[in-house]
């Protein structure tokens, strides 16, 4: 095996040396060539193309997201300064600017619609409008004046039903106490009777407090007549379909305008750009920032716009962070413009191979792989600062070109190509994922590093070679050594091995605690990127009465009708794993229902007959007076009967009946018959005109059976999260975090199915992603371990030496965890994946430091440890250090599993060279001195 590869790496050579043109133009044909085929790579920025694809339950998940998702296109217009402004000037100053931008979207083909009011919906009737106008205010005053009725007209109690004057009603009692006097009076006929007195003693109570506030009823008129004039208002406001009630806050600082583009978001992002565009340009001619406004726009055309845009743009910058960096690191440790170009060249042309090879396996990036190409950059740049490092040093040690490139190729070349085989078997691991995305990851980057292995070792010995003819002596290629400035720090290392191999491992035990309580969390949040439409989103949900349902803990219901919804919320709120609950019946005003059982009680007609009752007694108030003296001789008789036969209440009652009549008539003998008929008349027109309104309201169907309707009236931002686009309800549940205590889940899905059949969950899908999680990070973490032991042992062939290479990268991994911890970081569903991450980038320093220590050790030379750890320093920390840069360039990302990454990696890969350096060659002093004694 060592006699090919010494072959292949002589092939190399005579290629590059000899050939160094021919292989640099084809290499750079193909580098044109891969431009052009990924000159417009896609990027998918939906979190769904990360999850498992082959699991039933993610797959339902990713069904009922799709099924719920829904174009829409809103601005938000929100005043500055509102609180220096009246109620008034708020809406005059949100009303003409939403004026002037509906005007201006109105005058491109594309947007079909555009509207800030309500537009009532078809279905609906009128007369529910007018229950959208009857504010809290004049429902109220319904309520206030309707008491002022009753009480004017008869105090606590209504009159008898079917009496028509006070003589009929007389008469009629007197008639039946003749009847009871005739005959023989038997116990269930005192029942009767006494029912009849009390019911006559009530009647005549309302009459005398009727009688007695006549002087009243002008002004219970002019009341009865203002209420009318709320339902003229109200319906007169609403029958103005094209001044709708505007969409408002509740404070009126705020304003939506709702819009509706020709085609579908999905036309492609090319559309949704040309979308914005045009409502950007109209807000911008608007002059919003003069008027005091500010203005935002969320929607699904804003989304894809804007998670487009943030993806590219913190991919961009990664890689312009990564680029940069390594370009000033290369020009710190190198002090050399020209070993930065010619250690550049064959890494640029590596990220696009790479990009080539993303499109052509996989069909482009994810969310999770659009860093990739920074990714490349930081490990490609490992292998080219290892050759660069090992050329100047033959070349400093008198090597001709010839044999220091050879040298280079030989040695760096071989325990490069160890370092790149063994790091990309660790990202192979990751085939192993049933998360897509780590899927993609493991498929693009194992590849990666191989193609920017053999693009390095290839390109550079041709590109020394064309700067060597070209600048002939000028170019020795010699850098600055720094063996001598830090080999007396190794060389304490080393002295003081056994101290520091007790230290690191008491530290790495207490750190080991802390690192065992890292645990797996899902968060859906973290896989989608933060951009201002979502903000502007969460900020209508907060302000227009819909509350913040928010991505996450949640379950979510549906309903196929009013009934069902009605029923589905009053089961889930007996549930106390469920904080909140929202759904379409939050949309309406809370008195809506209340409003029509209200004005459905408002027994106007009975004040009415009341009132006809009143006015034709008093119309014939002599006949009326003689059967109230009839009345009270029969209650005397009746009174001295149940006197005498022990009927008490009988008897009391005939005599509290017979004071009242007296009362009643002296208020008749002396009432003038004329104006008070006058009054009563009005009073009965006025009360007519106002039931004559109630009555197109109680005839209405109950609110809940028109809700679908009603919601559609709203803009598509808030209609669509609670209906669906074939017009089935959504209920949200906020769940409370001990859903996920032990047994409460399967608990509430028990709770769930028995409400309804048709429901999913965040929690669910949060336990089942925590799962594969788990798994993914435990296989590829093995796998990974697995193939590494395989490789080192191949490449190193002792027991001793393989332990001593994976020590570093064991400690910096629980140091990592450790740290993690203490930032309070947990494993999500994107740094899971800093396993094969930390394990291939740190298996790099422990391969390059023992492959140049058996090279030292085979050339007999004294001090072996020392000499090996001090050449190769500098190189492993510089590629360390560039690694470092492009996960600290996600730390800026925004989207914040990519943020937690990059901390993550910062963290392992910081701790990793820091063992690397200390307890590697310490521990590796204490063998070879352990080995000799």
């Known amino acids: 095996m060592g006699k090919i590869k010494e072959r292949v790496f002589k092939g190399i050579f005579w290629l590059a040396r000899y050939h160094a043109w021919p292989v640099l133009i084809v290499i750079l044909l193909a580098t044109i060539a891969g431009i052009f085929y990924i000159r417009d790579i896609p990027i998918r920025t939906s979190f769904l193309d990360l999850l498992p694809q082959d699991d039933q339950l993610i797959n339902e998940f990713r069904a009922k997201e799709k099924y719920l998702a829904v174009d829409y296109l809103v601005i938000l217009l929100s005043l500055r300064d509102a609180a220096q402004m009246t109620i008034a000037e708020r809406e005059r100053t949100l009303l003409d600017a939403a004026a002037g931008i509906t005007y201006r979207l109105r005058q491109s083909d594309e947007i079909i619609a555009a509207a800030y009011r309500r537009a009532p919906h078809p279905d609906i009737p009128a007369q529910f409008m007018v229950l959208y106008g009857l504010d809290h205010k004049k429902i109220e005053r319904l309520e206030e004046e309707v008491v002022q009725i009753r009480r004017s007209l008869a105090g606590e109690t209504l009159m008898v039903a079917g009496r028509t004057d006070f003589s009929s009603a007389y008469q009629t009692v007197v008639a039946e106490l003749d009847d009871a006097f005739a005959g023989i009076i038997t116990p269930p006929m005192i029942d009767t009777i006494h029912a009849n007195l009390s019911q006559l003693y009530e009647f005549n109570a309302a009459l005398l407090y009727t009688i007695a506030n006549l002087d009243r009823l002008e002004q219970v008129t002019i009341a009865v007549t203002d209420l009318s004039e709320i339902f003229v208002g109200a319906r007169d406001h609403n029958d103005k379909q094209e001044e709708g009630k505007p969409f408002f806050s509740r404070d009126r600082s705020m304003l939506l305008i709702n819009i509706r583009p020709r085609f579908s978001a999905a036309r492609g992002l090319d559309y949704c750009r040309l979308i914005i565009d045009i409502v950007q340009n109209a807000l911008d001619e608007a002059g919003l920032a003069a008027q005091g406004i500010e203005a935002g726009v969320t929607g699904s055309y804003a989304f894809a716009v804007e998670t487009d845009t943030v993806v590219n743009t913190d991919m961009l910058r990664t890689t312009i962070i990564a680029a940069v960096g390594v370009i000033l690191l290369f020009l710190f440790a ?440 788990e798994r993914d990070f435990w296989l590829s973490t093995v796998i990974a371990a697995l193939l590494i032991l395989i490789s080192l042992w191949r490449v190193l062939n002792r027991k001793r030496l393989v332990l001593i290479s994976i020590a570093p990268l064991i400690f910096g991994y629980i140091w990592m965890l450790g740290g993690m911890r203490l930032l309070g970081m947990e494993f999500n569903f994107i740094n899971i994946l800093i396993s094969p991450l930390v394990i291939g980038i740190g298996v790099d320093n422990g391969i390059h430091l023992l492959h140049r220590y058996r090279e030292e050790k085979e050339r007999g030379e004294n001090r072996s440890v020392e000499r090996a750890v001090s050449t190769t320093a500098i190189a492993i920390i510089v590629t360390s250090m560039t690694t470092m840069i492009v996960f600290g360039g996600l730390v800026g990302a925004r989207t914040p599993g990519l943020q937690l990454l990059g901390i993550s990696a910062l963290l392992g890969i910081s701790f990793t060279l820091i063992f690397s350096l200390s307890f590697l060659p310490a521990t590796l002093k204490m063998t070879e001195t352990k080995k000799k004694s």
């Open 334 to 773: 190198f002090r050399s413009i020209l070993w930065v170009v010619i250690a550049a060249i064959p890494l640029l042309i590596s990220i696009v191979f790479t990009v080539a090879w993303a499109r052509f396996a996989v069909g482009g990036f994810n969310l999770l792989t659009s860093f990739l190409p920074a990714l490349v950059l930081g490990l490609g740049i490992d292998y080219g600062i290892h050759f660069i490092t090992r050329y100047a040093e033959e070349r400093r040690h008198g090597a001709s070109l010839n044999r220091a490139l050879l040298q280079t190729l030989l040695q760096k070349g071989s325990a490069s190509a160890s370092a790149a085989l063994t790091t990309s078997l660790v990202f192979l691991s990751l085939l192993f994922a049933r998360s897509r995305a780590l899927f993609e990851m493991g498929a693009i980057t194992s590849i990666g590093i191989i193609v920017a292995y053999l693009t390095t070792v290839i390109m550079l010995p041709a590109l020394i070679t064309i700067a060597h003819r070209i600048l002939h002596r000028r170019f020795r290629g010699v850098i600055i050594n720094y063996s001598p400035k830090i080999s007396p720090f190794f060389q304490w290392i080393t002295g003081k091995g056994r101290a520091i191999f007790v230290v690191i491992i008491i530290l790495t035990l207490f750190v080991s605690f802390q690192a065992a309580q890292t645990r797996f969390r899902f968060v859906s949040a973290d896989l989608i990127p933060r951009v201002e439409s979502h903000r502007i989103l969460s900020k209508i949900h907060t302000y227009f009465g819909l509350g913040e349902v928010g991505i996450g803990n949640y379950f979510v219901f549906f309903a196929d009708s009013e009934k069902e919804l009605t029923a589905m919320v009053a089961q889930l709120e007996q549930s106390d794993l469920i904080y909140t609950i929202s759904s379409a019946k939050d949309l309406l005003p809370v008195t809506l229902a209340q409003q029509q059982v209200l004005l459905r009680e408002m027994n106007i007609s009975s004040y009415a007959d009341q009132l006809a009752t009143v006015e034709a007694s008093i119309a014939d108030k002599g006949r009326t007076i003689t059967y109230i003296k009839s009345l009270i001789a029969d209650l005397s008789m009746m009174q001295y009967m149940a006197t005498i036969s022990g009927w008490g209440t009988v008897a009391l009652l005939s005599a509290a009946l017979q004071r009242q009549l007296w009362e009643l008539q002296s208020v008749l003998a002396a009432i003038d018959a004329q104006a008070a008929q006058t009054l009563i008349i009005d009073l009965q027109r006025a009360l007519t005109r106002l039931d004559l309104n109630l009555d197109t309201l109680r005839g209405l169907p109950p609110i809940e059976t028109m809700l679908r309707d009603i919601v559609k009236t709203l803009p598509d931002g808030i209609k669509f999260r609670y209906i669906t686009r074939d017009d089935r309800f959504i209920v949200y549940t906020r769940m409370s975090p001990a859903i996920h205590h032990a047994g409460n889940l399967p608990l509430f899905i028990d709770f769930a199915a028995a409400i309804s059949d048709d429901f999913f969950g965040m929690p669910l899908v949060t336990n089942r992603l925590e799962q594969h999680m």
